[in-house]
């Protein structure tokens, strides 16, 4: 299977501080994304990162490839209780639809 | 959620029923997708279709079933043959020229009685 696996599976911070989940993978990619999904929602595109890309940066979030080690992390600065929630990797490889993680849920404590 | 609706919210099936989740989008969006997500899983795709009156199994299309009639609408249904469809049922879009992002809906919820 080509689905991505987020590690932690949860994490607690506390407000203002930063909050780095991870992704792998088990195949070559085309590009990697990240969604957000708050409680009982849909999910939200966060950003993408191509597999020729090592790092991308959208507002308070930074992106990192290694396609070395089929590998991706999620950095949130500066974090705020708005951004509790699950985040998921996304992965794409050729033509081939979206394969998904199974998530880290954030919580961040005011 | 962006241009994409689902309803209903929350749906309740009797044994041995068909029930149909909607979903329209208003982004002039060429392909839709339908994906299933249990408790703290992620999504696995039930089917997709990437131009009207044409649609593809995903990796679970087994008691669900499809239809692509108008560009903006892609309609699933759960039937009689799906044992376990309480889950959490999202539908996604994505442009022709944006293949690779989804955008998606607020999801239905699909609970058995």
């Known amino acids: 299977s080509q689905q991505g696996e987020e590690d932690p599976q949860a994490l607690s911070i506390q407000e203002g501080e930063n909050a780095t989940m991870n992704c792998s993978y088990k195949t070559s990619i085309n590009n990697l994304q990240w969604y957000r999904q708050n409680s009982g929602r849909g999910l939200v595109h966060l950003i993408l990162i191509r597999s020729n890309e090592r790092e991308k940066h959208s507002g308070r979030l930074r992106v990192t490839l290694d396609t070395s080690k089929k590998s991706s992390s999620l950095l949130i600065t500066a974090s705020r209780a708005a951004d509790t929630a699950s985040y998921f990797c996304?992965?794409?490889?050729?033509?081939?639809?979206?394969?998904f993680g199974t998530g880290t849920r954030l919580t961040v404590i005011p | 959620d962006g241009g994409i609706t689902q309803s209903p919210k929350y749906l309740f099936r009797k044994e041995g029923q068909n029930v149909t989740l909607s979903c329209e989008q208003n982004?002039?969006?060429?392909?839709m997708y339908w994906y299933r997500q249990d408790p703290g899983q992620g999504l696995r795709l039930i089917y997709y279709s990437q131009i009207v009156n044409d649609f593809q199994k995903g990796d679970i299309a087994e008691g669900y079933s499809v239809s692509r009639e108008k560009k903006e609408s892609f309609p699933l249904t759960v039937t009689s043959a799906q044992k376990n469809p309480t889950a959490f049922y999202l539908c996604?879009?994505?442009?022709?020229?944006?293949?690779?992002?989804?955008?998606f809906g607020p999801g239905t919820r699909l609970l058995v009685l």
């Open positions: 996604a879009s994505s442009s022709q020229t944006t293949w690779e992002t989804q955008y």
């Open positions: 996304a992965t794409r490889a050729g033509a081939n639809n979206l394969f």
């Open positions: 982004l002039n969006h060429d392909a």
